[in-house]
């Protein structure tokens, strides 16, 4: 069951400051939808805000992407650019 | 000179728009001219910081020639809503107010009233008629002034978060972030040396010569064409419905050339504006930025303030850090703090770390991103303490910096554990370059510093059609800001095999090719080129199944090779190769045209890493630093265009030269800007530079099919303390606080005060 | 407001025009003639992104008046090349990819084609003081500075010199 981390302190108000979670599923779209059933809001704040590093390779708006069950996931604000 | 096989992809060859550029005949955003036009032009706030008591268009209204006149009111109230659009955290009641005030100016320069008239000078006029009543406000304009509980504040609605409990009094912070790893003060008791220190910088501006420019034609019926200069096309399309309320098909953009952009064009300030006036006139619109204009009301990058600890061995290893950042927004919530506070420690692999950034409002422009966004800042700060504590420590900077480096399985501070990269690479061809070991004479001195940029993938769409005569036509959605158009077609000529002037890239409007994401964040060679290769790979396909038919063989039997259909081996038959043209030619009857598009949300875009090495000479009469060499050795993935890869690296070392030596806003006590043109706000020029050596290093990207890893971001990153760095060894002096200008600098080494020798 | 008639010499050819007191002559390149190469970027004299030849000297359109072009010969980006024939210049900043953005290179390509009009053999420095007048924000300079030596040499090897 992938591991699955919120970096930093910005989320974790929805989380009531929990930040490690072990979520069953396999695909990154599956995840956030677990989460925001536990947490009603955070699936619309990780869609919108978040990227999504899987063993350590980033993700922005990648539902499909697989999770291995040993995968390392962590959430971080989304990237942008100039 | 061409790399493992490949004909096209690695050499250099004329880029396709390059005679029109050199010849005058590129058309950017200013150079259009569209039949019955009007032009427009903005009246903006002369106060930081005050109330819209009233607008009185009357008398503009009245002014022959003017044709129509727009305030806030002609826009719709959008609520506000957080989105992820464009380059960073974007809310778009925040952007409709920032194209035009609502209640209240927040800086000067600030759009409040805009007007459409048959000349310029009539424009012109009429902006001078517009009656503004203000109640003014104080302002605030240093980022820690604003965060101070008395300090004025701009928005009564905006309340800290990330903070618990929920603060009930507004604030000018707008956000609290924060990262941690390990044990910050257990660590901090291992340490054998500390050493803390702040740094500061001043919000600087891209200084893209073309200033902003649109012209644009609202029909009666609600379909609008933009023409305008931007790093997007579709974020320009996007962002005008939004704020317009028009449905997205009903808008189409065109995307002229763009007159450089660094980020500072990827988000709106006219086009909105200009549809309304074109909407209310029943004409198109022409709104042409002034330099001025630019300055007072476009976003710059961030200001901030940077503290620094560090804690390591006597040996060298860094066993506990910590960052606090202080970054400005401007006008509205959204500086890269964050971003700022995941790069500082990305080169290193460090136990114990722990990260606080601020977002704080101020009556200055609402910020933009510029190139790596909020990682020079933090950079600036971490790479300075990194060279104060290599000195204290009497090891070589680099040396300091190999032994912490992070590497495949070096765990961030922001959580994520590497793989695939190439900063320990960076490191050796520093200390392993000719430059390192260069002699250096009286007032010289030498820096070292590096520096990280995440890159980015993201929505690219390409499509590559076959023309009758065996010529390739590649249609794509990113304005070519660096020559990037040349790297699709060298893309496509690889794939498919024909020589890379019979291959014609072409940026598409939005209505002529699927939603691609801007031209920033360092991804489109990585991310559009992925998908121009990908419909070259189905034209590939697409144009063997043509010869399999042709030849009436199974299309497996079929190869495609330099350009040309084979047979797979003796037993498909024995056929003569058809050329692509040959193929083109016969397309008609052997099923219809040869095309193909795709579209992909490209992942896998990979990190840069950089490290640059810096020589200057300073005047210690003038305080006058001049750059000798520099040497920018960078991990460039696979450079598709060599000399394209070369140029972003030079250009971003130019910028972070004039950020760390010259370039900041300078604000009255008004909080007016004082420097709102390119005599007073002095970015580098030809005869401030050296020559400067890129060294790229190829560690190839395996998510890319031609190994490609942005590039353009990563080089302003370490420039800035590179530089500081090579004062302080020149002179002695540690300027920590940016622009380090000439009459900052004469003042230090007359005073003095700022010597530290090694404790 | 009433107009002046200007007649001057723009790119070799007799070229008249009316225009307004305060028009500048870049205002009337860009808006009156429709030679929109040369280009606005700080309308202040400090950018050189409007850089014209007039009577051999290089100086920004921006700076000029319209109705001083009476009577003066003046050369912009539009005819530095002599029909599809490029000047080498502009040949040399393409194949030393001098460019990237694009929008300061007709500036600077006439401010180089009147450095090499009056010296042939400069140096990197005299050129790097030459050009700057000229800001350019996307190359850092390198390559523009290597594509004007470039074309130096070859303008010099074709003269005999």
Known sequence: MPRVVISGVAARRLTGGQSEFEVEADTVHRMIRELDRRFPGLGRQIDEGMAVAINGEIFQDAYAERLAPDAEVYLIPKIGGG | ?????????????????????????????????????????????????????????????????????????????????????????????????????????????????????????????????????????????????????????????????????????????????????????????????????????????????????????????????????????????????????????????????????????????????????????????????????????????????????????????????????????????????????????????????????????????????????????????????????????????????????????????????????????????????????????????????????????????????????????????????????????????????????????????????????????????????????????????????????????SPEAVEWKDGYAVPAGANAGNFEPLSLAEIALKSGRTGGPISAEVSINAQGAGPGFATHICDVEVDPETGHVKILRYTAIQDVGRAIHPSYVEGQIQGGVAQGIGWALNEEYIYDKDGRLDNAGFLDYRIPVASDMPMIEPVMIEVPNPRHPFGARGVGEVPIVPPMAAVANAIADATGMRMRDLPISPPKLRAALDAGTLKEAAE | MSKYHVTTTINGEPVEYLCEAQQTMLDVLRDELGLTGSKEGCSSGDCGACSIIVDGNVMCSCLMLGVEAEGHSIQTIEGIAQGDKLHPVQQKFLEHAALQCGFCTPGLIVAAKALLDVNLNPTEEETRYWLAGNLCRCTGYDKVIRAVLDAAAVMRAEAGR
């Open chain 2, 1 to 553: 000179m061409a790399i493992d096989g490949l004909k096209v992809v690695g050499t250099r060859p004329i880029r396709p728009d390059g005679v029109d550029k050199v010849i005058g005949r590129a058309a950017f955003g200013a150079d259009m001219v569209m039949p019955g036009m009007l032009w427009g032009k903005i009246k903006r706030s002369p106060h930081a910081h005050a109330r819209i008591l009233s607008i009185d268009t009357s008398k503009a209204r009245a002014l022959p020639g003017v044709k129509a006149v727009v305030t806030a009111a002609d826009f719709p109230s959008i609520p506000s809503e957080e989105a992820f659009m464009g380059e960073g955290p974007m809310n778009f009641r925040d952007l409709s107010r920032n194209c035009m005030a609502a209640d209240k100016v927040l800086y000067d320069g600030h759009a409040v009233a805009a007007v459409a008239a048959t000349s310029q000078a009539i424009a012109e006029e009429a902006v001078e008629l517009i009656d503004v009543k203000y109640e003014v406000l104080p302002h605030v304009i240093d980022v820690e002034a604003a965060m101070a509980p008395d300090a004025p504040i701009l928005h009564e609605d905006l309340f800290t978060s990330g903070v618990e409990p929920k603060p009930t009094k507004p604030s000018n912070i707008a956000k609290k972030v924060g990262f941690t790893k390990g044990d910050v003060a257990a660590g901090f008791k291992e340490a054998e040396v500390v050493i803390e220190r702040r740094y500061t910088t001043q919000p600087v501006h891209q200084a893209y010569i073309e200033p902003h420019a649109c012209v644009v034609s609202a029909a009666p019926d609600g379909q609008c064409t933009i023409w305008s200069s931007s790093q997007g096309q579709f974020m320009v399309r996007a962002y005008c419905a939004k704020l317009l309320g028009i449905d997205i098909a009903n808008i189409r953009v065109v995307p002229a050339e763009i007159g450089g952009g660094f980020g500072g064009k990827t988000l709106v300030y006219l086009e909105p504006v200009a549809l309304a006036l074109s909407k209310q006139a029943g004409r198109p619109v022409k709104i042409v930025m002034s330099r001025e204009e630019v300055f007072r009301g476009t976003g710059p990058a961030a200001g901030s303030v940077i503290e620094v600890k560090l804690g390591a061995k006597r040996d060298g290893r860094i066993v506990a850090a910590e960052l606090l950042l202080k970054y400005q927004a401007g006008a509205f919530p959204g500086s890269p703090v964050g971003p700022g506070c995941m790069c500082a420690f990305a080169m290193y692999d460090l136990p114990n770390v722990n990260i606080v950034g601020y977002d704080v409002v101020s009556n200055r422009p609402k910020v933009a991103a510029y190139r790596a966004p909020g990682a020079p800042n933090s950079s600036f700060g971490v790479e300075s303490c990194l060279d104060e504590l290599a000195r204290m420590l009497k090891i070589d900077p680099l040396r300091l910096r190999e032994i912490n480096a992070a590497k495949d399985g070096t765990k961030t501070a922001h959580g994520p554990t590497f793989t695939n990269i190439g900063y320990v690479q960076t490191v050796e061809a520093a200390k392993n370059h000719p430059h390192y070991k260069a002699p250096l004479g009286p007032n010289q001195g030498r820096g070292v510093a590096s520096g990280f940029w995440f890159n980015i993938g993201g929505e690219s769409s390409a499509a590559c059609h076959i023309n009758e005569d065996g010529t390739a036509t590649v249609v794509e959605g990113n304005p070519d800001i660096g020559g990037s158009r040349a790297s699709m077609a060298m893309m496509a000529a690889e794939v498919l095999g024909i020589p890379y002037d019979r291959v014609r890239p072409v940026v598409g409007d939005t209505s002529s090719i699927g939603f691609t994401f801007l031209t920033g964040g360092s991804r489109v060679t990585f991310a559009t080129g992925m998908a121009v290769t990908q419909a070259a790979e189905k034209v590939v396909v697409e144009l063997k199944k043509r010869a399999a038919m042709i030849w009436d063989i």
